[in-house]
């Protein structure tokens, strides 16, 4: 779920808000820039149209297995802090993975924790996801983070963790390029950026074992593979 598919300053009062929140306006921390994209609808009409494992909060977090995959999706535009429901549900999930069953761990959210577009109110809002749990995936060794939100195509170097590469960490991934009006935004310098294109396309993911991985981002105007990465296991 996205911030344009949940957010709301008013309405949601009262339990009308489908993931559970009381407040009238869902999550708005006074760092966040989670206003009013969706006018009000505070999830009810996703909530309505799509059931997802019922091991989590409906469409807003739950994991499922697929393979030697298991995947995971959180919802960033509800707390992730240590105390927050999600994230004692998420540390749950992560302790009952089984990694000889599901070697590779996949979280999945609408925002993503790194990203190089100087969007300062965005750039702030990573920065707190980092601060809420970055840790947490570390500990568990998480392989892969993908997101969207911004709309272009964005890859971190492997291992990331607390903004330093081949440090144990998760590779980070953007794709929010399936057809919305691309970004033009002035970019960031950062070390632990590898891969940035403003183009529309989408991500494919090919499991050959318990020990590779491939990631490959694929260009929708050629069909060519513009942007891949291996993840491998010993």
């Known amino acids: 779920v996205g911030n344009h598919e949940y957010d709301h300053t008013l309405g949601g009062g009262g339990g009308k808000d489908p993931s559970g929140l009381m407040s009238d306006g869902g999550y708005n921390p006074e760092w966040g820039n989670f206003l009013e994209d969706s006018q009000g609808e505070c999830g009810v009409p996703v909530s309505k149209r799509f059931v997802m494992p019922a091991n989590g909060n409906g469409v807003y977090w739950y994991s499922f297995d697929h393979g030697f995959v298991h995947t995971i999706m959180i919802s960033s535009e509800h707390d992730l802090s240590p ?3 999600q994230y004692q ?3 749950r ?3 009952a993975i089984d990694r000889t069953k599901t070697p590779w761990v996949i979280v999945e959210s609408h925002r993503p924790m790194y990203m190089i577009e100087d969007v300062p109110s965005n750039t702030l809002v990573g920065i707190h996801m980092r601060k809420d749990f970055e840790s947490l995936l570390y500990q568990h060794n998480v392989d892969l983070y993908l997101a969207g939100h911004y709309h272009a195509y964005f890859r971190t170097c492997a ?4 903004g ?3 440090n144990g960490g998760v590779t980070h991934i953007t794709v ?6 691309l970004d033009s935004t002035p970019l960031l310098r950062k070390n632990w950026a590898e891969f940035f294109s403003a183009e529309w396309g989408y991500g494919r993911i090919t499991v050959f074992d318990k020990t590779s991985l491939l990631w ?3 260009s929708d105007q050629d069909g060519e593979v513009k942007d891949s990465t291996w993840l491998r296991k010993e």
């Open 164 to 166: 330093k590469c081949h």
């Open 216 to 218: 490959e981002f694929i």
């Open 93 to 95: 999930d992560l302790l």
């Open 83 to 85: 105390k927050s429901l």
């Open 176 to 181: 929010g390029t399936a057809g919305a009006e």
């Open 159 to 162: 291992g990331l963790y607390k």
């Open 89 to 91: 549900w998420l540390e």
